[in-house]
């Protein structure tokens, strides 16, 4: 092989040319003067592979992977066939994904079996086999060369919840709070994680959950969440309960999980070099978008009954729980009680919602109103605030139809939001806007200058 193109189009790889990666690896393959040798055919097809892959072009990497494969020699085959997998799943070709991935787990010198199981995992679950997708994240989760567990353990917990299983969501979601993780990932799992709690009726613990989700205000529930994180409100306020026998039989609805079960396409970036002494040393492989930092010492996965359920197990409870959707209820008995709860509940969550500051409009919509039209913001005061008053206080707030809600602090009769707008010159100008309750919704009382920093 000739060393020198290989190291060319190597060093186009690594600077994300690769159409001239592309080219040189190709170059290499054929070049008639130094034919490749067995293994460094299979090392060439591997990389004119992942050069296709990053053009999109994934047909034709399906074709050089499969090429790569041919070569009897070459010692990386676990990672060819992962990328494969990788490759059939994009073009959503699961079935054929599922059989490569299993292909490289299937292989003993394969160093990263946890990446395969969660690929497998993944296109399981787009075929809609709950059952053995929790089989291959659950796999995921205790390879103890997996440097973090976390998104192995949430999607396990979608397999749970899939499968009617609510507590062992819970269980599988608890243990992968146990890990280090973004702010956003710990968010998404919180939110997974009350609505776990929600299935399982146990609505004080979902209310917490969902709590800690919102906490950084940088996160927004999307609106199955929301509408759990509600109704777990409503039954906290309310003190109402679900009998024993409805919450053993009820399903469980997975459409609105907060943290989907597919991840991010994850090649096999680099495989093994050949074994000549002149081929460049292997570059890491590629993390993905958003890696989860790896895992602390001190947090070791807990040996909880997820982990020693059995496949059987898994594939009983998928049985059982299509058994119970196909059985039909006998609702119309209970539909006077059933619509006399749902009032007492909305009752109650309209009670809980004014006492937390909540109304309508909400502070921040009146404050968006304010800046964007301050000259005509007459409406938005309390009838107790003289013109002139208004009249002052609005000379000096920006017009901005982008003005940014910094926080807010809500009571029952009283509530100040912290806004900050751009002025046409690029600067910022923070402001704090003062509310009063006006029946269900906010009047302002003030608006005045903030000059405490938004941190």
């Keep these: ?21 592309l080219q040189a690896f190709t170059q290499c393959l054929e070049d008639p003067d130094q034919k490749p040798e067995p293994g460094e055919i299979g090392l060439l097809y591997h990389r004119i592979g992942n050069c296709l892959v990053k ?63 969660m690929g497998m995992g993944n296109a399981l679950l787009r075929l809609g086999k709950s059952a053995e997708a929790g089989a291959a994240f659950r796999s995921a989760a205790l390879d103890e060369n997996n440097p973090s567990p976390t998104k192995a353990l949430l999607n396990l917990g979608v397999c749970f919840m899939a499968l009617g299983r609510p507590a062992d969501a819970v269980t599988s979601y608890e243990s992968a709070l146990q890990f280090d993780m973004t702010d956003k990932v710990r968010n998404q799992l ?6 776990a709690y929600v299935a399982s009726h ?15 205000k940088t996160y927004f529930l999307n609106d199955a969440a929301s509408v759990d994180y509600q109704q777990a409100i409503a039954q906290v306020a309310t003190g109402a309960t679900v009998k024993e026998e409805e919450a053993e039989a009820g399903s469980v609805d997975i459409s609105g999980l907060d943290v989907p079960a597919s991840d991010a396409p994850e090649f096999q970036e680099e495989p093994k070099e050949a074994a000549a002494e002149e081929t460049p040393a292997a570059e890491p492989a590629q993390q993905p978008t958003e890696a989860i930092p790896a895992v602390s010492a001190e947090a070791p996965v ?18 059982a729980n299509a058994k119970e959707e196909r059985k039909k209820r006998h609702v119309g008995r209970n539909i006077f009680l059933t619509l006399l709860l749902l009032i007492i509940i909305a009752a109650g969550a309209a009670v809980f919602a004014y006492t937390q500051g909540y109304g309508w409009p909400m502070q921040e919509q009146v404050t968006k109103q304010l800046f964007a039209a301050p000259d005509e913001a007459t409406d938005l005061f309390a009838p107790t605030i003289s013109q002139s008053d208004i009249d002052q206080m609005t000379k000096f707030v920006v017009q901005a139809d982008d003005v940014a809600i910094d926080g807010v602090d809500r009571s029952m009769e009283s509530s100040a939001v912290y806004a900050t707008a751009k002025t046409t010159d690029g600067g910022d100008v923070q402001y704090k806007i003062s509310f009063t309750r006006d029946l269900i919704g906010w009047k302002i009382t003030d608006v005045s200058l903030n000059f405490a920093s938004k941190d």
Excluded: C
């Excluded at 092989?1 to 990666?21: C, G, I, Q, S, V």
């Excluded at 807990?302 to 049985?319: I, P, V, Y």
């Design 1 to 21: 092989m000739n060393t020198e193109t290989f190291n060319n189009a190597h060093n186009a790889y690594r600077l994300k040319d690769y159409p001239a990666a």
């Design 55 to 117: 053009i999109g072009d994934y047909n034709e990497a399906i074709h050089a992977f499969a090429q790569a494969t041919a070569d009897p020699v070459y010692d990386d085959m676990a990672a060819v066939n992962y990328n494969m997998g990788m490759a059939y799943a994009i073009l959503h070709d699961y079935e054929d994904a599922v059989r490569y991935f299993e292909v490289a787990v299937s292989d003993n010198h394969y160093a990263s079996p946890y990446k395969a199981y």
């Design 190 to 195: 919180y939110a997974n994680l009350g609505q």
């Design 202 to 216: 146990e609505y004080q613990k979902a209310v917490s959950a969902f709590e800690q989700a919102l906490a950084d």
């Design 302 to 319: 807990t040996e909880e009954r997820f982990f020693t359920a059995t496949d059987e197990e898994l594939e009983r409870w998928s049985r």
